[in-house]
């Protein structure tokens, strides 16, 4: 009689087990689909919701330029990557989308592959004049030739006191020159 109470315990234990294993089973659907929910929220979260397109070496959509500067612009962008190989683009947009300049400006240059892949040396300058923030955001191929320092100096000191008054075009430039300094091999420096 005992063993067959080992077995009976021993079959309800087994059919919990089941029944829990049944349980678990909807447990990890309801699981998967929350983290499904989540990663999903978090891919939209991690890039603007109207990302800029790429459209060229400047991109306007704040529309603070003249469009005689913009192509004067390009022109430079485009001979500063002749001759180091490194790729600049100035982007402007007319807000952040509630996000920080450091997040918003990491994703355009990730979402844009600016530089090349294999030496990670891109560069964007963003400048997001309706909240008043300006960014340099750096590939980590160039780290070594544009600090963080480097980058907050050019910001400090050739772009905000610009800004300040009103002239974006200066403080773009300025800040496109200071940048060009930095990425320039030595000897280019000396020519210059």
């Known amino acids: 009689m005992q063993g067959g109470d080992r077995r009976g315990r021993s079959r309800t234990a087994a059919r919990h087990d089941i029944e829990l294993s049944g349980v678990a089973r909807s447990l990890l659907c309801v699981l998967a689909a929350l983290l499904t929910l989540g990663c999903a929220a978090e891919a939209q979260q991690g890039a603007p919701a109207h990302a800029l397109e790429l459209t060229g070496r400047v991109v306007d959509a704040a529309e603070i330029l003249t469009p005689d500067f913009e192509q004067r ?17 100035v982007a402007t947009t007319p807000d952040l989308e509630g996000r920080t300049i450091e997040a918003y400006a990491l994703d355009l240059a990730n979402g844009w592959a600016l530089g090349d892949s294999r030496r990670n040396d891109g560069l964007l300058l963003l400048v997001a004049p309706a909240e008043r923030k300006v960014r340099i955001e750096v590939g980590r191929g160039l780290e070594a030739s544009v600090r963080d320092e480097d980058a907050a100096a050019i910001i400090q000191d050739a772009i905000l006191p610009r800004f300040r008054e009103g002239d ?25």
């Open 73 to 89: 612009l390009t022109a430079r962008l485009a001979k500063l990557e002749q001759e180091t190989k490194v790729q600049l683009v």
């Open 168 to 192: 974006f075009v200066g403080g773009i430039e300025a800040g496109v020159t200071g940048l060009a300094l930095e990425v320039t091999p030595f000897p280019m420096k000396e020519a210059a």
